[in-house]
């Protein structure tokens, strides 16, 4: 009979894919189950990992649990959601009692305004918000703002950032740098699509002089992949004034970077008054939720007074869950944490600990790869064909789409290896450090790493 399995579950003949194997088989078993209810068995495309990926129980804090009773230190971080760590006891404590008070009232309720009120506290510029239920909502309602208020059609994007799966954001990420429609997505949306590279400032003036059709500019503040691709802070602030010459709007996406890389986001830290921002995530303390906030002029176009007070058609915006009750509590007990305490600086000290760490490793072991990135994010450059120094690699100093292009088999056996050795990092071996993580995580991870390494010698594949 012909073999029906799939190729991610026939055994390889790799001693690591094995070794994780033989940890993980309630993980096996589960996600043998998941393949006929979702696409290639996951409800994410970055969870998609073969042979199969963790099915995890419960976390708290640095650390989670799979279903097999295996514990790992987290540097998924939820996605980014969860700088105050897994099930941070004020938080869940203010989802239950949301919770057991009615989820979905049809009506306005007293947590979506000390949400609100949270967010201004740590972003006093932002003069009118917005909530959505997803990163990904925030940025579309962000560009139909800009759109309505500029009276103009096309954005500027940047390659490799990641603003959401909505159909102005498909390309351009990681593959399509030239703009082409992907899969799914109408042809001609690509016309309202302008793509830069990074960095390039000649580029965004002779771009800004040229056409006079850009609503604006959007832009992940720290590089594409929260700093996988990173930005220059200099570019940063050519982009705000040359937005600013031109009459172009532009948006922060700080669905990340907002409320981690310092309480008032990468805006605070980098000095940048955007015309309007996006948040998710860290937003609403780990439960689903985003928001688009900033001019009050702008968001008019949201207003049904002003936009009849202008002659104009409103901007229609419904949302079943938009600042739905458990969220806004979650999110404002989130925001007021990171307000009152030193969680962002926890993290970020920490991330930079571990940077130095995992750079001693490489050095230690003879390897000629690097570990980057600012903040509370660590990231790993991997490319055999083109060897650094661990010590003094600069990211700024390769293209962005070069800088995205990395051997994805060895990067998936060192995920296997880590996660076999007790560390869960995101799906190019870097991650988002929490609040909660400390000296004891940063020693585990430096071990995890160097034992990894020792494994994928001994399997040949470096």
């Not at 009750?325 to 970020?348: F, M, Q």
């Not at 789409?401 to 995920?415: G, N, S, T, Y």
């Amino acid at each position: 009979m012909p073999d029906s399995r799939t190729a991610d579950d026939r055994l390889s003949n790799s001693p690591i894919e094995a070794a994780f194997r033989e940890k993980t088989p309630g993980s096996a078993a589960l996600a043998w189950e998941a393949r006929e209810l979702f696409p290639s068995g996951v409800t994410h495309d970055a969870r998609h990992l073969k042979p199969y990926g963790l099915y995890v129980d419960r976390a708290v804090g640095p650390i989670k649990w799979d279903v097999d009773g295996n514990d790992y230190v987290d540097f998924y971080g939820g996605h980014g959601a969860l700088l105050l760590g897994h099930a941070e006891p004020r938080v869940t404590a203010a989802a239950q009692a949301a919770m057991a008070q009615g989820t979905q009232f049809g009506a306005g309720q007293r947590g979506e305004i000390a949400w609100a009120n949270a967010v201004r506290r740590l972003c006093p510029r932002t003069e009118r918000i917005r909530f959505t239920s997803s990163g990904t909502e925030a940025t579309l309602m962000a560009l139909r703002l800009a759109r309505d208020f500029t009276g103009k059609r096309k954005v500027i994007r940047f390659r490799t950032h990641f603003h959401g799966w909505h159909d102005h954001m498909a390309s351009g990420v990681a593959n399509h740098f030239d703009g082409s429609s992907s899969p799914g997505v109408l042809e001609g949306i690509d016309a309202g699509v302008v793509l830069l590279d990074p960095n390039d400032a000649d580029g965004l003036r002779s771009l800004l002089s040229a056409d006079r059709d850009i609503a604006a500019a959007i832009v992940e503040p720290t590089g594409g992949g929260t700093g996988f691709t990173p930005l220059n802070p200099s570019f940063l602030h050519l982009l705000r004034a040359e937005t600013l010459k031109h009459g172009v709007l532009l948006i922060l996406d700080e669905v990340v970077t907002g409320f981690r890389v310092a309480p008032g986001g990468a805006a605070e830290v980098f000095g940048i008054e955007p015309d309007l921002t996006s948040w998710a995530k860290i937003l609403a303390g780990g439960l689903p939720g985003g928001a688009v906030g900033g001019r009050r002029d702008i968001l008019d176009g949201l207003d049904f007074e002003a936009a009849a007070a202008r002659g104009r058609e409103k901007i229609a915006h419904p949302g079943t869950f938009n600042a739905n009750p458990v969220s806004a509590a979650a999110g404002a007990e989130a925001l007021t944490i990171i307000a009152e305490s030193d969680a962002c600086a926890r993290a970020n000290d920490t991330a930079a600990a571990l940077r130095e760490v995992l750079t001693g490793v490489l050095v230690d072991k003879g390897l000629p790869w690097a570990v980057y990135g600012g903040f509370s994010t660590f990231h790993l450059f991997v490319r055999p064909d083109l060897p650094v120094d661990p010590t003094t690699f600069d990211p700024l100093s390769l293209p962005s789409v070069a800088m995205k292009d990395r051997p994805k088999e060895l990067i998936r056996l060192l995920r296997l290896a880590m996660l076999i050795n007790g560390v869960d990092t995101n799906p190019m071996c870097g991650g988002l450090v929490s609040a909660t993580h400390g000296a004891e995580e940063v020693a585990r991870t430096a071990d995890a790493f160097a034992a990894s390494i020792d494994m994928l010698r001994r399997a040949g594949e470096i």
